[in-house]
């Protein structure tokens, strides 16, 4: 079932050129948080402050025909990596068994990925950001949230499967920096808000809280996208969401209308 649907997206964005922007958009990110020297880092253990790396990602080429090349390669390799999870845990896994499954060279895999953990992090990207940016701008945090686990929901097992390493590549310490980087943006760039220490903690709070629990909502059987959306956005500060409800008036109705229906209200 993960094969048929990692082959069906791959299908699909060869088909429609979606994907120029989402890999532009995640070029800025990535450069957004690598000007950074440190963050505040959410894993499996106490949150700490590390250094960044600068990662170096892949100029992005104008041409459709060669995006599209391009996008198809990366979802070969993740497709690959999907399948070397079936029978390796993630930290056994090397760039080698990945580009053997693939039948690609290593320097195919480096033309795409720094590492094994760039895979992981960019489909969850491709995914993720585009949902995460609109949150206090057309959507709800909520709303976003559902689209986002929505969307996620065919490749469970292999975001529960990567998600198992630890540390500062963890997809759980990226999901964080992605939406720590995201919120603020919004608040602070978007809707010109003024930077307070109340505010940056109850960003950060909230970006503990989902990346530690989506990990573990992730690997319920069966996933509840809903469900999931629902306790996720159950922990965001109220004055973080108060700041964030800046969407319309029907999407933020509908939006309480579908919370009290789980709610049972």
Aim: glycine residues 4%; hydrophobic residues 40%.
């Amino acid at each position: 079932m993960l094969l048929f649907h990692l082959l069906r997206v791959c299908n699909a964005y060869a088909k429609k050129n979606v994907s120029v922007e989402a890999d532009r958009q995640g070029l800025q990110f990535w450069q957004t948080v690598t000007a950074s020297k440190t963050l505040c880092v959410g894993g499996m253990g106490d949150t700490i402050n590390m250094p960044v790396k600068e990662v170096n990602m892949p100029e992005l080429v104008e041409s459709s025909s060669t995006t599209d090349d391009d996008l198809t390669g990366k979802e070969r390799l993740i497709w690959a990596l999907a399948e070397v999870l079936r029978v390796k845990p993630f930290h056994k896994i090397s760039i080698q068994d990945v580009c053997d499954k693939a039948q690609v060279s290593r320097q195919t895999f480096y033309r795409h990925f720094e590492n094994k953990h760039a895979a992981v992090h960019w489909h969850w990207a491709q995914i993720a950001l585009k949902y995460q940016r609109r949150v206090g701008r057309d959507l709800s945090l909520y709303e976003s949230l559902i689209l986002t686990l929505e969307e996620a929901a065919p490749y469970v097992e292999f975001y529960a499967d990567a998600s198992t390493f630890p540390g500062y590549e963890s997809l759980v310490a990226f999901g964080y920096r992605s939406r720590v980087e995201t919120l603020k943006d919004t608040l602070f760039n978007y809707l010109g808000l003024k930077p307070t220490e109340m505010i940056d903690f109850q960003i950060e709070f909230f970006a503990e809280a989902e990346s530690r629990k989506i990990e573990t909502l992730l690997r319920e059987t069966p996933f509840d996208p809903r469900r999931a959306a629902t306790l996720l956005a159950s922990c965001v500060p109220n004055e973080l969401n108060s700041l964030l409800e800046s969407t319309s008036a029907g999407s933020q109705k509908s939006t309480n209308s579908e919370k009290q229906s789980f709610n049972g209200s």
